[in-house]
């Protein structure tokens, strides 16, 4: 079973500049996570999608951050403009429900260097 | 006070021993925890979770949970220096909606050959 893809793994832009970031989950899962890990730090999350409907935005940055999901498979988040503060890895999870007992499959991530 | 402490390390024990990595949480109502690992430039991936007060163990790994003090812990019998890298503890937020995780900091764990 292939796991989650992301990409690119590595990305380095200068302040104010834009970025995507592409998730491809595991194939039926209908739960996709984007977190944030700044270095030192957990994971936080950003947004949570249930097949195409977000279901938990409350971190997400809203005036620069954007994320979607249009046909309930893989996804896009979206940093414009970028800020120092944003320097972290992104990470994509998905799992095959929103319940808990569900596990969540991380990506291997994409490294965002802002300068 | 956050919803989930833990003690960044690094913890450093040496080979053969146990590895004992705590977690402390504010909520009293969290019904379930988590503990993920997470290997250096690696994505965490999860190796224990807990819902009922107790021990659960899993080969080498026991995870012990205790609602009345608010803490929960993992405990790697054995360790080896393969289990060197960060463990976080993740567990839903207070009152929530949704079902997702608040994740700790992360200890680091150095296994000494």
């Known amino acids: 079973e292939a796991g989650v893809a992301q990409s690119p793994r590595y990305k380095i832009i200068e302040k104010r500049q834009s970025v995507a970031f592409w998730c491809n989950p595991i194939?039926?899962?209908?739960?996709l996570y984007w977190y944030q890990q700044i270095l030192g730090q957990g994971p936080k999350l950003l947004i949570q999608?249930?097949?195409?409907?977000?279901?938990?935005d409350s971190q997400l940055p809203k005036d620069r951050f954007s994320a979607e999901r249009l046909k309930g498979v893989d996804s896009t988040l979206k940093i414009q403009p970028a800020k120092l503060e944003d320097s972290a890895v992104y990470l994509c999870?998905?799992?095959?429900?929103?319940?808990?007992?569900?596990?969540?499959?991380f990506g291997p991530g994409t490294r965002l260097t802002v300068t | 006070q956050k919803e989930v402490e833990q003690n960044s390390g690094p913890l450093s024990v040496p080979e053969g021993a146990i590895a004992s990595l705590n977690c402390t949480y504010s909520?009293?109502?969290?019904?379930?925890f988590f503990w993920y690992r997470q290997y250096s430039g690696k994505s965490p991936e999860l190796i224990m979770f807990i819902y009922s007060n107790g021990d659960k163990e899993d080969g080498r790994f026991t995870a012990q949970l205790n609602k009345a003090s608010q803490y929960v812990s993992l405990l790697i019998r054995d360790s080896q220096p393969s289990d060197s890298a960060t463990y976080l503890c993740?567990?839903?937020?207070?009152?929530?909606?949704?079902?997702?995780?608040?994740f700790g900091t992360g200890t680091l764990l150095a296994v000494q050959p």
């Open positions: 909520d009293r109502g969290s019904q379930s």
């Open positions: 194939s039926g899962h209908a739960t």
């Open positions: 993740a567990v839903p937020p207070p009152r929530g909606a949704t079902n997702k995780l608040i």
């Open positions: 999608f249930q097949n195409n409907g977000v279901v938990d």
């Open positions: 999870a998905s799992s095959l429900g929103p319940d808990l007992s569900y596990e969540q499959y």
